[in-house]
């Protein structure tokens, strides 16, 4: 029989809980302070496009089936009473509306989109709407590849088109520009709701205006509306958040993030669970000199006067993080060999580490506390002492104490092995005449002599912006030898100096580098920055790839969107086929026949297939003549110059045939029939090929053309439907509800 758990010995101290009674710790599997998700909006438009493409497949991928034909007898009803609503001048106007959601105005939109985000060095917000245009093209692609829909049947079409019409892919791309533009050019709030009303507004007037003209149907816009706005932006939320990357305009710094709603509920609540700490109020706190974490103020409850002082850390300063020192790895090389973090949670632990290690140093670095979670691996809070009544540097005076704090601040990191990286009036803090230190985010353990000289002259520098060079020049005598100032000052130029300083400096109107080096004995050559290393190569060599291959993308991206999706995605068009065949007959109206395709012989494949207003175009390619060898389009008139008459195809149809010309010896005929025309191309892409063309072609030759040559195979290929033999298929699949024009 167990005895059970041990009992202390008598009079032993009762055992502690681990964690004392005012904190809690998270259970596993409960969410965290401020957990990770999609607005609810963004689930409502991911749930529509699942329904609705799921819907759309379900109902067209089989063809004109039987609730294909009962949508699209509900959905030419409603083109019809558009399209013939009683409205003078709606036709004309419409027009106009239907070119303004058409290239070449959306690509214009588009590049104007992209210059913008350039302009505004918004890169994340770019990448991002470039990657969501190329998975919505694709997606798209797929969903042609199973529906094939073609335009509305009974309306007349007065607007150009190109390629199935479901989705609408006009109104998928406006959708597109306007999502992408309200989401990084238009701050959250007032302003993005109403841009939002425009942009629907406009969509719609838009959608009117192409059913108008009978190119859309009311599903193909709202599907293409539905995939528009749905794919660019479950991108910007994804990968963009608003919290992370706001859109902020009038000075306001892109990696302050809000510290109200949910994020400030948050942060208390993280505070009083994970350190037992309550808070009752939070505020930003020194945003001017704060580029890499978002500062605050917090006000500890039921304690008046009792602040602390916390630093906001999400994984978009990490980002940031990686960029600084990829940049400065590119500009200095070798003297700036370091590892950018590898996450939110290893920064804070980086600056909670040094602010430990600064104080074992004796700086005058504020007490750390510890820091708390707020969203796992991607938002964290670092809790420190609040330096209250200090005043910036650059607001106070500095007196030789305050100098010499100064200076035996970089003295101490020296002999500890220290550089802080980011030394500017905006991290030295004076109180009760002494010098404070703060931000040492970025400090190195065992730095480069080279950061550690700049380290030096930064302070130097600081301290006379206050002061005069001079009367720092004097003071730092005491603690550094000439030797060392003249290297400090060789090595702080340009951008070794934070960007503050460097503002600081200019603003000042004094040439203080200047007057310190005229103060040496002995002016110091400038130490080289630009160091060559392999890893500095190689990174730039990755770089520049990265660049190029980003740039071909989104020259691609922005060619694709500015190109009609004219392309018929089937993978055959013989003579029953009836969604290409439907499509080609409504390019062509006024053709009495359409081209089709018949069994090919060996060697033949179908390549590739288009249908657009006024035209269709079919290619095949051949093992021996190469790409695109034959080439068929359809057309209401051809031109058929010196071509001559030979033995008719079909009943109805006159073939002629024009004189080979061209070093590939293109040969073409012409099937003329009423209302339309069939140019025939032959155009063999080796040369061999021309020659074998020729032969047989050749008059008096004893070779004739067979089925063997490529030119006695032509015949056999083209084959014709009749315009009345359509139109009754399409009547009797759908019970004479249907009628083609």
Same mark, same amino acid.
């Not at 809980?17 to 999609?38: E, K, Q, Y």
């Not at 533009?181 to 993005?192: C, E, S």
């Not at 290393?533 to 790839?545: E, H, N, P, Y």
């Given at each position: 029989?167990?005895?059970?758990? =041990?009992?202390?010995?008598?009079?032993?101290?009762?055992?502690?809980?681990?964690? =004392?009674?005012?904190?809690?710790?998270?259970?596993?599997?409960?969410?965290?302070?401020?957990?990770?998700?999609?607005?609810?909006?963004?689930?409502?438009?991911?749930?529509?496009?699942?329904?609705?493409?799921?819907?759309?497949?379900?109902?067209?991928?089989?063809?004109?089936?039987?609730?294909?034909?009962?949508?699209?007898?509900?959905?030419?009803?409603?083109?019809?009473?558009?399209?013939?609503?009683?409205?003078?001048?709606?036709?004309?106007?419409?027009?106009?509306?239907?070119?303004?959601?058409?290239?070449?105005?959306?690509?214009?939109?588009?590049?104007?989109?992209?210059?913008?985000?350039?302009?505004?060095?918004?890169?994340?917000?770019?990448?991002?709407?470039?990657?969501?245009?190329?998975?919505?093209?694709?997606?798209?692609?797929?969903?042609?590849?199973?529906?094939?829909?073609?335009?509305?049947?009974?309306?007349?079409?007065?607007?150009?088109?190109?390629?199935?019409?479901?989705?609408?892919?006009?109104?998928?791309?406006?959708?597109?520009?306007?999502?992408?533009?309200?989401?990084?050019?238009?701050?959250?709030?007032?302003?993005?709701?109403?841009?939002?009303?425009?942009?629907?507004?406009?969509?719609?007037?838009?959608?009117?205006?192409?059913?108008?003209?009978?190119?859309?149907?009311?599903?193909?816009?709202?599907?293409?509306?539905?995939?528009?706005?749905?794919?660019?932006?479950?991108?910007?939320?994804?990968?963009?958040?608003?919290?992370?990357?706001?859109?902020?305009?009038?000075?306001?710094?892109?990696?302050?993030?809000?510290?109200?709603?949910?994020?400030?509920?948050?942060?208390?609540?993280?505070?009083?669970?994970?350190?037992?700490?309550?808070?009752?109020?939070?505020?930003?706190?020194?945003?001017?000199?704060?580029?890499?974490?978002?500062?605050?103020?917090?006000?500890?409850?039921?304690?008046?006067?009792?602040?602390?002082?916390?630093?906001?850390?999400?994984?978009?300063?990490?980002?940031?993080?990686?960029?600084?020192?990829?940049?400065?790895?590119?500009?200095?090389?070798?003297?700036?060999?370091?590892?950018?973090?590898?996450?939110?949670?290893?920064?804070?632990?980086?600056?909670?580490?040094?602010?430990?290690?600064?104080?074992?140093?004796?700086?005058?670095?504020?007490?750390?506390?510890?820091?708390?979670?707020?969203?796992?691996?991607?938002?964290?809070?670092? &809790?420190?002492?609040?330096?209250?009544?200090?005043?910036? &540097?650059?607001?106070?005076?500095?007196?030789?104490?305050?100098?010499?704090?100064?200076?035996?601040?970089?003295?101490?990191?020296?002999?500890?092995?220290?550089?802080?990286?980011?030394?500017?009036?905006?991290?030295?803090?004076?109180?009760?005449?002494?010098? &404070?230190?703060?931000?040492?985010?970025?400090?190195?353990?065992?730095?480069?002599?080279?950061?550690?000289?700049?380290?030096?002259?930064?302070?130097?520098?600081?301290?006379?912006?206050?002061?005069?060079?001079?009367?720092?020049?004097?003071?730092?005598?005491?603690?550094?030898?000439?030797?060392?100032?003249?290297?400090?000052?060789?090595?702080?130029?340009?951008?070794?100096?934070?960007?503050?300083?460097?503002?600081? &400096?200019?603003?000042?109107?004094?040439?203080?580098?200047?007057?310190?080096?005229?103060?040496? =004995?002995?002016?110091?050559?400038?130490?080289?920055?630009?160091?060559?290393?392999?890893?500095?190569?190689?990174?730039?060599?990755?770089?520049?790839?990265?660049?190029?291959?980003?740039?071909?993308?989104?020259?691609?991206?922005?060619?694709?969107?500015?190109?009609?999706?004219?392309?018929?995605?089937?993978?055959?068009?013989?003579?029953?086929?009836?969604?290409?065949?439907?499509?080609?007959?409504?390019?062509?109206?006024?053709?009495?026949?359409?081209?089709?395709?018949?069994?090919?012989?060996?060697?033949?494949?179908?390549?590739?297939?288009?249908?657009?207003?006024?035209?269709?175009?079919?290619?095949?390619?051949?093992?021996?003549?190469?790409?695109?060898?034959?080439?068929?389009?359809?057309?209401?008139?051809?031109?058929?110059?010196?071509?001559?008459?030979?033995?008719?195809?079909?009943?109805?149809?006159?073939?002629?045939?024009?004189?080979?010309?061209?070093?590939?010896?293109?040969?073409?005929?012409?099937?003329?029939?009423?209302?339309?025309?069939?140019?025939?191309?032959?155009?063999?892409?080796?040369?061999?090929?021309?020659?074998?063309?020729?032969?047989?072609?050749?008059?008096?030759?004893?070779?004739?053309?067979?089925?063997?040559?490529?030119?006695?195979?032509?015949?056999?290929?083209?084959?014709?439907?009749?315009?009345?033999?359509?139109?009754?298929?399409?009547?009797?699949?759908?019970?004479?509800?249907?009628?083609?024009?």
């Amino acid at each position: 029989m167990s005895a059970g758990p =041990p009992r202390p010995a008598a009079g032993a101290p009762a055992r502690l809980p681990v964690l =004392p009674a005012d904190r809690r710790r998270r259970p596993s599997g409960a969410p965290p302070p401020l957990p990770r998700h999609i607005e609810r909006s963004g689930l409502i438009w991911l749930a529509a496009a699942i329904i609705a493409t799921a819907a759309a497949m379900g109902v067209f991928a089989g063809g004109l089936s039987r609730w294909a034909v009962d949508v699209t007898v509900i959905d030419d009803a409603v083109t019809r009473r558009v399209a013939s609503a009683p409205i003078p001048g709606f036709t004309a106007v419409a027009r106009v509306i239907a070119e303004a959601g058409a290239a070449p105005a959306a690509v214009i939109a588009g590049y104007a989109l992209v210059l913008a985000l350039i302009v505004l060095r918004r890169f994340r917000h770019l990448l991002v709407l470039v990657a969501s245009y190329a998975v919505l093209t694709l997606l798209t692609a797929i969903f042609l590849l199973v529906v094939h829909r073609v335009l509305p049947f009974g309306v007349p079409v007065q607007f150009r088109w190109a390629g199935f019409s479901m989705p609408s892919v006009e109104i998928e791309k406006t959708c597109a520009v306007l999502t992408g533009a309200l989401y990084t050019l238009v701050p959250a709030g007032r302003w993005r709701r109403r841009g939002g009303w425009a942009a629907a507004a406009i969509v719609v007037v838009i959608g009117l205006a192409r059913m108008r003209l009978g190119v859309d149907a009311p599903t193909d816009v709202l599907l293409g509306a539905i995939l528009g706005v749905t794919v660019p932006l479950l991108g910007m939320r994804l990968f963009a958040p608003e919290e992370s990357f706001p859109v902020v305009y009038g000075g306001a710094h892109g990696a302050h993030l809000d510290l109200g709603g949910a994020r400030g509920e948050a942060i208390r609540r993280a505070l009083k669970d994970q350190m037992g700490i309550e808070v009752a109020s939070v505020e930003p706190f020194g945003l001017a000199g704060s580029g890499g974490s978002s500062p605050m103020r917090l006000r500890r409850a039921g304690e008046p006067g009792g602040y602390l002082f916390g630093k906001l850390y999400a994984r978009s300063h990490v980002r940031a993080d990686r960029w600084y020192k990829l940049g400065r790895q590119l500009r200095y090389g070798r003297l700036e060999d370091e590892q950018s973090f590898k996450g939110v949670r290893r920064l804070v632990q980086q600056e909670d580490y040094a602010l430990r290690i600064c104080r074992d140093a004796g700086l005058p670095t504020p007490q750390p506390y510890g820091f708390v979670e707020l969203t796992p691996d991607r938002e964290y809070l670092l &809790l420190t002492e609040f330096f209250a009544g200090a005043a910036e &540097l650059g607001d106070a005076t500095a007196d030789d104490t305050v100098i010499d704090d100064g200076l035996l601040i970089v003295r101490r990191m020296w002999d500890a092995g220290l550089a802080h990286r980011d030394i500017k009036p905006a991290n030295l803090l004076v109180r009760d005449g002494r010098l &404070l230190l703060i931000d040492v985010a970025f400090a190195e353990v065992r730095p480069t002599p080279w950061r550690q000289a700049v380290d030096l002259a930064n302070m130097m520098l600081c301290l006379a912006l206050r002061s005069s060079a001079e009367q720092v020049y004097q003071r730092t005598l005491k603690f550094f030898t000439v030797a060392d100032i003249s290297e400090a000052f060789a090595a702080a130029r340009g951008l070794a100096l934070p960007s503050q300083l460097r503002q600081s &400096l200019r603003a000042s109107g004094r040439e203080l580098h200047e007057g310190f080096l005229q103060l040496l =004995p002995r002016r110091p050559a400038p130490v080289r920055v630009q160091r060559w290393s392999a890893r500095r190569a190689g990174a730039l060599a990755v770089v520049v790839v990265t660049v190029l291959v980003l740039v071909i993308g989104l020259a691609n991206a922005l060619v694709n969107t500015a190109t009609p999706a004219s392309a018929l995605e089937v993978s055959n068009m013989d003579c029953h086929a009836l969604e290409p065949l439907l499509a080609e007959a409504q390019s062509v109206p006024t053709a009495s026949e359409i081209v089709c395709i018949r069994p090919l012989p060996v060697g033949w494949t179908l390549g590739r297939v288009q249908a657009l207003r006024g035209t269709s175009v079919i290619t095949l390619d051949n093992d021996r003549a190469g790409g695109d060898a034959l080439q068929l389009t359809l057309t209401g008139h051809c031109a058929v110059g010196r071509a001559t008459a030979i033995r008719a195809a079909e009943p109805g149809i006159r073939r002629l045939r024009a004189p080979g010309s061209g070093a590939r010896y293109a040969v073409t005929w012409y099937d003329v029939f009423p209302g339309g025309c069939v140019r025939i191309a032959l155009r063999p892409a080796t040369q061999q090929a021309a020659v074998d063309i020729r032969i047989a072609l050749r008059p008096g030759t004893q070779q004739a053309a067979t089925d063997e040559d490529l030119a006695g195979q032509v015949p056999a290929i083209v084959g014709y439907v009749s315009r009345a033999a359509l139109r009754h298929e399409l009547a009797q699949r759908s019970g004479g509800r249907l009628r083609l024009n």
